[in-house]
């Protein structure tokens, strides 16, 4: 089993910044974490790929926040984070991190509230 535990959430205002982290513990599934990611879901929408990175730094980013946001992984310390730049009323949703074992359903944390507003 894996526990990601997400943090960083919070009121931002259009065009800030703001920076998520997700720390997973557990058993040893979480040396053989593949690909971790955020996800997110805005109010009567469905949830949504925000951004993915494997254990060697690949990633990947939907198109609505290439340039904007950027995800990074401290493999030593099981940690991915996700620093939101130029933000907009649009990011406002629950972030909810992502982990892939192989073999296995993948694990999520309980999600985590980012509002951009004035």
């Known amino acids: 089993q894996v526990q990601l535990v997400e943090s960083g959430g919070g009121l931002v205002q259009p065009g800030g910044s703001l920076r998520l982290s997700c720390a997973a513990s557990g058993s040893i599934d979480i040396f053989r974490i593949n690909v971790m990611g955020w996800y997110r879901q805005a109010p009567g929408k469905e949830r949504e790929s925000v951004a993915a990175i494997t254990r060697g730094g690949v990633t990947n980013y939907a198109d609505s926040v290439k340039g904007r946001f950027m995800i990074s992984r401290d493999n030593a310390r099981n940690t991915v984070y996700l620093q939101m730049n130029s933000v907009k009323p649009e990011d406002t949703a629950v972030y909810y991190c992502?982990?892939?074992?192989?073999?296995?359903?993948?694990?999520w944390g309980v999600g985590t509230l980012v509002t951009v507003s004035s």
């Open positions: 992502n982990a892939v074992v192989p073999g296995s359903m993948p694990y």
